[in-house]
């Protein structure tokens, strides 16, 4: 059942993806069919981070309540809507709209990973959100080569010589209509997946019973009629099992957000509060002084990390052409390296890597590369050095993305996956917004200006990692 379920949340989030990634390349070009400006692009793919910020906490924290399922199910639902309303829009306001509602619908990321840590053993964690980080390389890959194909004047001239002229014509009026119904047609398979092959991990009658809500059959379990065992009663058992062992046989393990009454210092109600509420951040806080643990610099790591992969986003294209006189064919064959080396490494390697070395030894190592990674491009005098460093940097990226994702949700706890691995997408988000506006100014000041600063700001997850590994 656990592999089969990894199996699924993996192609889930992979077809996601790749609907995401042919979109993604296509906005700047698509609004300037309705004369949009340099800042108003930059806002369109701002907008969308910006709703996640605000709406993947929600999303997470109403997981833990109700389910992995129906929110992943709202999700993929919400994503189709979005791309048809890319592929019917006919002016700058529906374009925006579009990636409004995809951006506010965007919870399938925090929650597969919630899902993924419902799922997996803390052995096992690393390896299962190195399939994320995968599907995130994979979608990049494809999306893009996707997109070149569907508005590609090659496909339209196939289309027609196989006798549908009218649809040829379409296409030739409405350039990206295709390409946005094409990413829709992807996303409504993976609600069908979700639907029918993706088992829920989350016991809904009990979060509800212990927020006070009467569900049905809750009557013969206080009747004393024996039920069935779900697989997170049975996995929430195990644990209180082992937080019941002498503290010298936990050895490697956090106390976790909620998961005991003495290592917070606040007293449980069972209630799985959200992020918004202030009783999150209460226990969070008390957790930080109470047992020193590290949720709140991973939590600074991820916005760090996510902020300075985007603002790469902005500023490596245009110091490529500027600088190194590359084509966008050649730009493009760049980030179709880099997701090539996300799949390879966290799809693959990374799973011999955390049995061979620790989770904070990689997160340490990888934060290292990332930041000299990025730093070194602002030194390249030919393609190939740009190549050799934007390798360091994405191989640094696959090893610090999966690594601190498994670390943060080893800190939330059993009951509030959902929530933490939201909060994560929030402040991911809220890099993703910010980044492609700094990267782009400093390149304006001057044209090496934002690696250097970009590479400073990351050496701060150099010292978080440094810490967690000494600790």
């Known amino acids: 059942m656990k592999k089969g379920s990894l199996a699924t949340v993996f192609l889930v989030v992979l077809i996601d993806l790749i609907g995401f ?16 400006t340099p800042v108003v692009i930059g806002l369109l793919y701002s907008i969308y981070s910006v709703a996640q910020l605000v709406f993947s906490p929600i999303w997470g924290s109403w997981s833990d309540r109700i389910g992995r399922r129906p929110i992943m199910l709202l999700s993929t639902a919400g994503a189709v809507v979005a791309y048809i309303m890319f592929g019917l829009a006919g002016s700058l306001l529906v374009l925006f709209l579009s990636r409004l509602v995809a951006g506010v619908m965007g919870g399938n990321i925090a929650t597969a990973q919630a899902y993924i840590a419902d799922v997996t053993s803390d052995k096992d964690r690393a390896k299962g959100m190195g399939l994320i980080g ?38 030739e009026m409405h350039r990206f209509g295709l390409p946005g119904f094409f990413a829709a047609f992807l996303s409504f398979c993976s609600l069908l997946m979700v639907l029918f092959f993706l088992p829920e991990t989350v016991d809904t009658e009990e979060s509800a019973q212990a927020e006070g809500v009467q569900q049905p059959g809750s009557k013969e379990k206080a009747e004393g009629v024996q039920q069935p065992e779900s697989m997170q009663q049975a996995k929430d058992k195990k644990q209180l099992v082992s937080e019941q062992q002498p503290e010298q046989e936990q050895t490697g393990n956090h106390s976790g957000l909620w998961k005991s009454d003495s290592a917070s210092g606040v007293k449980q109600t069972g209630i799985r509060p959200s992020v918004f509420m ?47 006189e590359m084509n966008p064919e050649q730009v493009g064959m760049q980030f179709f390296y880099i997701g090539l080396i996300a799949v390879i490494v966290q799809g693959g390697l990374i799973r ?94 001057m044209v090496f200006l934002p690696f250097y600063a970009t590479a400073l700001m990351l050496a701060i997850t150099i010292w978080i990692g440094w810490r967690l590994w000494r600790a």
Request: proline content about 5%; cysteine-free.
């Open 21 to 36: 990634g042919i979109v993604l390349p296509l906005l700047p070009f698509y609004a300037r069919e309705f004369a949009a």
């Open 134 to 171: 995968a599907a995130f390389g994979i979608g990049f890959v494809l999306g893009p080569a996707l997109a070149s194909g569907l508005i590609h004047p090659g496909f339209q001239e196939w289309v027609a010589a196989t006798g549908f002229t009218g649809l040829a014509e379409w296409m």
């Open 278 to 324: 202030p009783e999150f951040w209460r226990r969070l806080s008390a957790e930080q002084k109470a047992t020193g643990g590290p949720i709140t610099f991973l939590l600074g790591a991820v916005f760090l990390l996510s902020f300075g992969q985007a603002s790469l986003y902005s500023a490596f294209p245009l110091f490529a052409e500027e600088i190194l």
């Open 352 to 445: 011999p890597l955390s049995r061979w070395f620790s989770e904070t030894g990689l997160f340490f190592t990888g934060n290292i590369l990332m930041t000299l990674g990025l730093g070194a491009i602002a030194l390249s005098q030919s393609v190939s050095m740009l190549t050799v460093f934007l390798g360091i940097m994405a191989l640094g990226h696959s090893l610090n993305l999966p690594t601190i994702n498994s670390l943060i949700s080893k800190e939330a706890g059993t009951n509030s996956y959902g929530a933490m691995m939201g909060l994560t997408q929030g402040l991911s988000g809220l890099g993703r917004a910010i980044g492609p506006t700094w990267g782009g100014f400093l390149f304006g000041v």
